[in-house]
């Protein structure tokens, strides 16, 4: 995923406020997918408030209704912006986490087919699309696009790799190699997927 990385913030001292007015809507939407969630809730409100009505406003609205569950809302968005912003392959990634979050898995590995074709360095695409394939319980096939998003990322410390090694822990685990399994869900829990813990609990010893 074509992001760029914050580390610049913390290593000249620079504070959120002052990070947020000195970046770009384009750089700030990019950003935005490498932090925490709460930092990311406050970049993409700062996104809407500078630039209403672009497709990164429009992804960003989106997001909102699927934190808030009015995901019907969110695939309404998804449509639009797809219709409106046709290139913009964040359309499709917004399309495919609203059919993720309804539980339509075959329609979401559909859209994210389209963020692979438009992109095929986009990791996103295929950390979202392996936990789809998890859900149907293909587990050789989610572990195969987590393998291949980690393959292909510029960096794995982004807070949202801890649920690819949540899942694909998992996913080992179903099949039987609990070393490996384990040791991606205490990665997961080391990178602040708290629930992993309670995974290691239960499977393993």
Same mark, same amino acid.
């Given at each position: 995923?074509? +992001?760029?990385?914050?580390?610049?913030?913390?290593?000249?001292?620079?504070?959120?406020?002052?990070?947020?007015?000195?970046?770009?809507?384009?750089?700030?939407?990019?950003? $935005?997918? &490498?932090?925490?969630?709460?930092? %990311?809730? $406050?970049?993409?409100?700062?996104?809407?408030?500078?630039?209403?009505?672009?497709?990164?406003?429009?992804?960003?609205?989106?997001?909102?209704?699927?934190?808030?569950? $009015?995901?019907? %809302?969110?695939?309404?968005?998804?449509?639009?912006?797809?219709?409106?912003?046709?290139?913009?392959?964040?359309?499709?990634?917004?399309?495919? /986490?609203?059919?993720?979050?309804?539980?339509?898995?075959?329609?979401?590995?559909?859209?994210?087919?389209?963020? *692979?074709?438009?992109?095929?360095?986009?990791?996103?695409?295929?950390? /979202?699309?392996?936990?789809?394939?998890?859900?149907?319980?293909?587990?050789?096939?989610?572990? +195969? &696009?987590?393998?291949? %998003?980690?393959?292909?990322?510029?960096?794995? &410390?982004?807070?949202?790799?801890?649920? %690819?090694?949540?899942?694909?822990?998992?996913? +080992?685990?179903?099949?039987?190699?609990? &070393?490996?399994?384990?040791?991606?869900?205490?990665?997961?829990?080391?990178?602040?997927?708290?629930?992993?813990?309670?995974? *290691?609990?239960?499977?393993?010893?």
């Amino acid at each position: 995923m074509i +992001k760029k990385i914050i580390l610049f913030c913390f290593l000249f001292g620079i504070s959120m406020p002052k990070l947020i007015s000195q970046t770009t809507v384009e750089e700030l939407f990019f950003i $935005s997918f &490498d932090v925490n969630p709460e930092t %990311a809730k $406050s970049y993409r409100e700062k996104i809407i408030e500078m630039a209403p009505g672009s497709m990164y406003a429009m992804y960003c609205e989106g997001w909102f209704k699927t934190k808030n569950d $009015s995901l019907t %809302a969110a695939l309404t968005i998804a449509t639009d912006l797809i219709k409106k912003y046709p290139e913009f392959l964040y359309g499709y990634l917004l399309k495919g /986490n609203t059919n993720y979050f309804l539980a339509n898995y075959n329609e979401a590995i559909k859209d994210y087919n389209k963020v *692979i074709d438009m992109d095929p360095k986009e990791d996103g695409g295929y950390i /979202n699309r392996a936990q789809c394939k998890f859900y149907l319980e293909d587990y050789r096939g989610a572990i +195969k &696009d987590f393998d291949k %998003a980690f393959d292909i990322a510029e960096h794995t &410390d982004a807070y949202y790799f801890a649920e %690819a090694y949540y899942y694909r822990g998992l996913a +080992k685990i179903k099949l039987g190699h609990m &070393d490996e399994g384990c040791l991606n869900l205490s990665k997961a829990g080391e990178m602040g997927f708290i629930k992993a813990y309670d995974e *290691i609990k239960k499977q393993c010893k």
